[in-house]
């Protein structure tokens, strides 16, 4: 048995050294994290909603710390998972200077998903369905006027 490990250590390659492409800038990833500085924790964005909301949320985790452009920068790509994480890494090497940049870059990217804002005559379109209570439509009435942002 000893001379079989011995035997798989010799023929042991060394593993070849991966870099990963770092979209950030050399003066963005220099810059070191405030001692108490926390990556939010909120779902993964994943490409897949609106990445208004993303950046949203993201924002206002952000805001109740106090992080530099550099530091909003770092923790985004955490935040980050699946397609969208992949379309991070594609962005070209050291190419992003600022959180204008990174945002700006990410919601070009991502703005088919986002959604599209409803009028308020989009509640002309909502009828009771035959055999639905008028309290179970209420109920779907009022959920859809929720979704309204401004009323005409």
Known sequence: MERQVQKLKKGKKELPHFSSNQPL???????MPPER???PSIK???GNIDPYDHVELFSSHMLVQSG?????????????GGHARTWYSCIPHRSINSWK???TCFLAHYAPLKRHRKSSMALMNVKQN???????????????????DEFD
């Open 25 to 31: 800038s050399k003066s963005i990833m220099a810059e």
């Open 68 to 80: 530099s452009d550099a530091m909003w920068c770092r923790a985004f790509s955490a935040t980050l």
């Open 130 to 148: 035959q055999g639905e209570s008028l309290r179970d439509f209420m109920a779907r009435f009022n959920e859809e006027t929720l979704s309204i």
């Open 44 to 46: 993964l964005y994943d």
């Open 101 to 103: 940049e990174l945002k």
């Open 37 to 39: 500085f926390r990556i």
